[in-house]
């Protein structure tokens, strides 16, 4: 029936994707026991991924346009999509199991607004099955994000209300964009649930195309933003300032080490700022390497 809605959207972003995006839909397709819908909106690739999207005829919707960003194919494809509830995969993404179906079921049983999976994080060379430490709030899983890992889009279903009603994703922003929605979302203290019904696969190839390989000062300019922005976030949902800098320091700190192995100094005068906006004062870590560090510096402490 044409007409019904399916029980998940499945939007994908596609750029420059051609070596993965057939696995990303064949996967959601292979889903059983929910019923889905695939957008895949192509942002002007330049490589053959529209000849692979022109393969599945009438099983996706799918549509090309200028390159515009992840955000704003992410922002198209939400405005397309019938379904309750929406996941946001990446091209080069892929699930597996039962994830949809449980993912479903757990947002509609617990009547939550945002479900975490497992994902399995994959390289060409092994994998690492994760999951998040479940019957946590809002607000210590904001805490948690900034101080362990994140849960990448592949292991997050929303109900698609929520994120018509946080303002959808921000086309500014090149780098962090699924940091800053999540944190965003949890800022106005959602219902929350958590699944262990298959998993999302976050696929971290090495192709030079990866917007995180990136390391120019636009795009490190854009980290910071969002850093600043979840300060607020956090100051949002009630936690106190000096724990929220706490937890931000830590971080800036993490970047501005990350930085420092890079050839930009001015990627690596932007961390540094950062750190100290939130009362970050000299190095964190280990003994030697606060002590190499505040001998020849941080960033030759990196190189070296």
């Not at 996706?60 to 200028?66: F, V």
């Amino acid at each position: 029936d044409e007409t019904k809605a399916p029980d998940v959207s499945v939007v994908i972003p596609c750029y420059n994707a051609e070596r993965w995006v057939g696995r990303a839909i064949d996967s959601v397709l292979a889903q059983e026991g929910v019923t889905v819908e695939v957008i895949v909106i192509d942002d002007g690739s330049t490589d053959g991924s529209v000849d692979v999207l022109r393969r599945y005829e009438d099983r996706i919707h799918w549509e090309t346009g200028p390159n515009r960003g992840a955000c704003a194919a992410r922002n198209r494809g939400l405005a397309l999509a019938r379904g309750e509830y929406v996941m946001f995969l990446d091209a080069d993404d892929y699930v597996a199991g039962t994830f949809l179906f449980t993912a479903a079921n757990s947002l509609s049983e617990q009547k939550s607004e945002i479900s975490f999976g497992r994902i399995s994080i994959e390289t060409d060379d092994a994998s690492e099955l994760y999951m998040l430490p479940p019957d946590q709030t809002a607000k210590s899983l904001m805490l948690y994000f900034l101080e362990n890992r994140f849960l990448p889009p592949c292991g997050t279903i929303w109900r698609k209300n929520l994120i018509f009603e946080i303002g959808g994703w921000n086309e500014d922003l090149r780098r962090f964009q699924d940091y800053e929605i999540v944190f965003r979302a949890l800022s106005k203290n959602p219902q929350i649930t958590f699944f262990n019904g298959g998993y999302g696969v976050f696929y971290q190839h090495t192709s030079p195309n990866r917007i995180s390989f990136r390391m120019d000062q636009a795009t490190i300019e854009d980290q910071a933003s969002v850093l600043r922005l979840i300060y607020q976030y956090l100051l949002d949902i009630g936690i106190q300032e000096d724990i929220a800098k706490r937890a931000l320091r830590l971080r800036a700190y993490g970047f501005w080490r990350t930085c420092s192995q890079s050839n930009s100094l001015n990627s690596c005068k932007v961390a540094k700022n950062l750190y100290s906006e939130f009362d970050g004062k000299g190095h964190i870590g280990s003994l030697p390497h606060r002590t190499l560090s505040n001998i020849i510096g941080l960033r030759a402490k990196e190189k070296f």
